[in-house]
C-alpha cells in the first residue's frame, strides 16, 4: 500500500497506529504542504490547513506519553516524520518539530502540573525558548517574571510556552537558571521575525509582564518535582535531532524540485546540451548531490537509533554524546554542500521567487544556523573530550 493509500484509509485518531503507519501518513501530506508554502512563508506563520492535516494525522501527539493519550513514538520515527514534512514544507515540519519535541520536557513538571498541560489532550501544542531571560521574584505561592524571549517558533498557534528565567534563590543567593510553565493567554506576542528563511515558522518574541506563575508549573535546577534526576541526554538529543530533520528535509525537497526540472527536458545554457541529463559531468553533479543528502539522512537517523537505545539501555557517555553531535554536524554541511550543487545544476533560474528551490535553500541556511547545531563549539567539545578533557564548554552535550 503506498503512502497515499495509507493516510487515505479511515485510522482512529485515539488508536496507536504502527510508527512506520506515521510515517506514510507524514508524507501523504507533501501535496498539502507543498501547495501551501508560499503562503506559510507569505504569512509567516504556518497555514491553517497545515495544522489541522497535522492534527487529523496524529503528527501533533507523536510524542505525548501513551498515558495522555500519545503514541509516545521512537525518535527514529520522530525523525523520520520530520524528514518528511520537511521535503515538502520546512517551516510547517520545524514548527511540528518545536510541538513535539518540547512535550517530553513536561517529563520534568508535577504531576499537578502535567494534569493542567494535558487538560485540553495530546494534540496540545507547546512553544519554548529555553535561553534564560528577563527578571522574577518570589512571590507567595509561586514567582512572578517579566521579560521579553525572542524566536518562539510556532507561539502564535501554541497553548503553552516554556521560557527559561532566573529564579530567585529562597535564600537570597544567586539566582539559578529555571523554565517555568506559562499559558500563552498570559502572554502578549511582539512580531520580531523579519528574516531570510524559515518565515512560515512564525518565530515571534514573548513578552511577560509581571506574569505569575505558581510554584508546580516551575522546574528548577535544583529540584527534580517528580521525584527524577533530570531531563535524560538521550532526550536533549532528541529535540536537537527534532530541529535537524526540517533542515535536511529542506536539502530532500530541493533534490525533488531540481529533479523535476531536469526531467522537463531542460538544456545547458551557453552549451550543445538540449536536455541536462545528457550530460555526463551534469549527471556526476546530481549524484554526488544525492549522496551527500543520502549520507545526512542516515548520519540523522543513525543519531537518532542511537538516542532510542540508550533511553532503554546504558545512558551514553559524555564522549558518545558528543561524537552524536558530529554526526549532526556532520549532517548539515552535507546537507548544505548537496544545496549548493543542486542550485549550480539549477542556475540562476533557482533564484527567482516562484522557483521552491530558493525557499528551501534559503529555510536550509537559516535553520541550520540554529544554536544547537554550532559546528565549531561541537568540534571545540569532541576536540577537549579527545584529549581528555572531560568539562564540556557546551551546554547541550
Known amino acids: 500500500m ?79 516524520v520530520g524528514l518528511a514534512l520537511g521535503r515538502a514544507c520546512p517551516s510547517t515540519a520545524w514548527v511540528a518539530a518545536i510541538y513535539n519535541g518540547v512535550k517530553p520536557m513536561t517529563l520534568m513538571l508535577s504531576d499537578a502540573a502535567r494534569e493542567e498541560f494535558y487538560r485540553d489532550g495530546p494534540d496540545v501544542t507547546v512553544c519554548s ?25 510556532g507561539c502564535e498557534d501554541a ?35 523579519h528574516v531570510a528563511g524559515m518565515l512560515g515558522t512564525g518565530s515571534q518574541s514573548l513578552v511577560a509582564d509581571e506574569v505569575p506563575v505558581p510554584e508546580h508549573r516551575i522546574i528548577s535546577a535544583a529540584v527534580a518535582p517528580s521525584g527524577g534526576s533530570g531531563f535524560p541526554a538521550a532526550l536533549k538529543l532528541a529535540a536537537t535531532l527534532n530541529l535537524l530533520a526540517p533542515v535536511v528535509g529542506a536539502a530532500l525537497g530541493a533534490l525533488d524540485t531540481v529533479r523535476d526540472t531536469l526531467g522537463s527536458g531542460r538544456g545547458i545554457i551557453a552549451s550543445v546540451y538540449q536536455d541536462t541529463t545528457a550530460s555526463p559531468s551534469a549527471q556526476m553533479w546530481l549524484g554526488e548531490a544525492d549522496h551527500l543528502i543520502d549520507r545526512a539522512v542516515r548520519l540523522v537517523t543513525s543519531a537518532a537509533g542511537a538516542a532510542d537505545a540508550a533511553l532503554t539501555g546504558d545512558p551514553l557517555t559524555p564522549r558518545e554524546r558528543s561524537a552524536l553531535r558530529m554526526d549532526m554536524v556532520a549532517a548539515v554541511e552535507n546537507a548544505r554542500s548537496a544545496m549548493s550543487k543542486l542550485l549550480d545544476l539549477n542556475g540562476t533560474a533557482a533564484f527567482s521567487r516562484s522557483n521552491p528551490l530558493q525557499r528551501y535553500w534559503r529555510d536550509m541556511e537559516t535553520g541550520s544556523r540554529h544554536a544547537q547545531f554550532n559546528p565549531f563549539i561541537t568540534r571545540e567539545d569532541y576536540g577537549r573530550l579527545t584529549v581528555g578533557i572531560e568539562s564540556t564548554v557546551s551546554l547541550l552535550v
Open 159 to 193: 497553548r503553552w510556552a516554556l521560557l527559561g528565567i532566573p529564579l530567585p534563590d529562597a535564600a537570597g543567593g544567586r539566582p539559578s537558571a529555571a523554565t517555568v510553565l506559562v499559558p500563552l493567554e498570559d502572554l502578549r506576542v511582539k512580531d520580531t521575525w
Open 2 to 80: 503506498s503512502p497515499q493509500q495509507q493516510a487515505e484509509t479511515s485510522h482512529d485518531p485515539n488508536a496507536i497506529p504502527i510508527e512506520a503507519e506515521l510515517v506514510a501518513r507524514a508524507q501523504a501530506l507533501g501535496p498539502v504542504l507543498r501547495a501551501n508554502a508560499e503562503r506559510t512563508e507569505t504569512d509567516r506563520r504556518v497555514a491553517p490547513e497545515n495544522l489541522e492535516e497535522l492534527r487529523n494525522a496524529g503528527l501533533l501527539r507523536l510524542t505525548a506519553p501513551k498515558t495522555r493519550g500519545g503514541f509516545g513514538a521512537s525518535i527514529r520515527t520522530q525523525i523520520e
Open 129 to 153: 525558548v529555553a535561553s534564560v531571560h528577563g527578571e522574577a521574584v518570589r512571590v507567595d505561592g509561586g514567582v512572578r517574571f517579566s521579560g521579553t524571549w525572542a524566536a518562539a517558533s
